[in-house]
């Protein structure tokens, strides 16, 4: 199986502060790297596809890059809504692993 | 509009077999990979299995393979995880979601609110 490395796993960050979040796989996985955010008790939401392409109704502040083994999700300038748990997820081999998982709270 | 609703969450003793069903609406069901996540009280995401558009390619987590089957009826729009010989590290809520196209290279653009199974004596 693949294997996803998130880091960190816990941020703590202040409103209109700019976030990156990293995701590492254990072999090339090209560009198919998707990032999700969950909120407690919810569903995850999907904000990046195939690493850098922003989901449709996702806002702006929110990106992604990268490929073969190394990903980054960048927020420009948190929201309050913003707080949340981040996953990659690689879609490259079956499991359709994702990473442990970034909480990112409030400072 | 998109929508997923699973059912069939339950308490279920250790080695017991629990089937649970996800409902979709809004999109040509057929035409679309389904998967089913799981995540374990306070825990991570876990991909589970993966199932074609047509029904004809499955895959599943080393985890449950052997003991989990999904399915699908193209029919009903109707998603469905067959667990049997049910653990105690199953105790999950499995959500239901929709692939973008093909899960493999695709990514998981809707996902229902989830059903809680606990296995537990």
């Known amino acids: 199986d693949i294997q996803m490395t998130q880091s960190p796993s816990s941020l703590s960050a202040s409103v209109g502060d700019r976030v990156t979040i990293t995701c590492r796989a254990s072999?090339?996985?090209?560009?198919?790297l998707n990032w999700y955010q969950q909120k407690p008790g919810k569903a995850p939401k999907l904000l990046i596809y195939?690493?850098?392409s922003l989901q449709s109704g996702v806002p702006s502040r929110f990106s992604g890059s990268g490929s073969g083994t190394d990903f980054t999700l960048t927020i420009s300038s948190l929201q309050p809504e913003d707080f949340a748990t981040y996953y990659c997820?690689?879609?490259?081999?079956?499991?359709?692993?994702f990473g442990q998982g970034t909480k990112l709270e409030i400072k | 509009e998109v929508q997923l609703l699973e059912s069939g969450g339950d308490l279920v003793q250790p080695g017991g077999s629990l089937r649970l069903s996800c409902a979709a609406s809004?999109?040509?069901?057929?035409?679309?990979?389904m998967s089913w996540v799981r995540q374990a009280p306070g825990k991570g995401l876990e991909s589970v299995s993966a199932?074609?558009?047509?029904?004809?390619?499955?895959n599943y987590a080393d985890s449950v393979k052997g003991r989990f089957t999904i399915s699908r009826d193209n029919s009903q729009n109707t998603l469905y995880l067959q667990m049997n010989s049910l653990r105690a590290e199953d105790t999950a809520v499995y959500y239901c979601?929709?692939?973008?196209?093909?899960?493999?290279?695709?990514?998981?653009?809707?996902w229902g609110q989830g059903t809680l199974v606990t296995v537990s004596s």
């Open positions: 979601a929709k692939c973008s196209g093909s899960c493999y290279t695709g990514s998981f653009d809707y």
């Open positions: 809004g999109f040509t069901f057929s035409s679309y990979a």
């Open positions: 199932i074609s558009g047509s029904g004809g390619t499955t």
């Open positions: 072999q090339s996985i090209s560009s198919y």
């Open positions: 195939a690493a850098s």
């Open positions: 997820q690689q879609s490259y081999g079956s499991p359709y692993t």
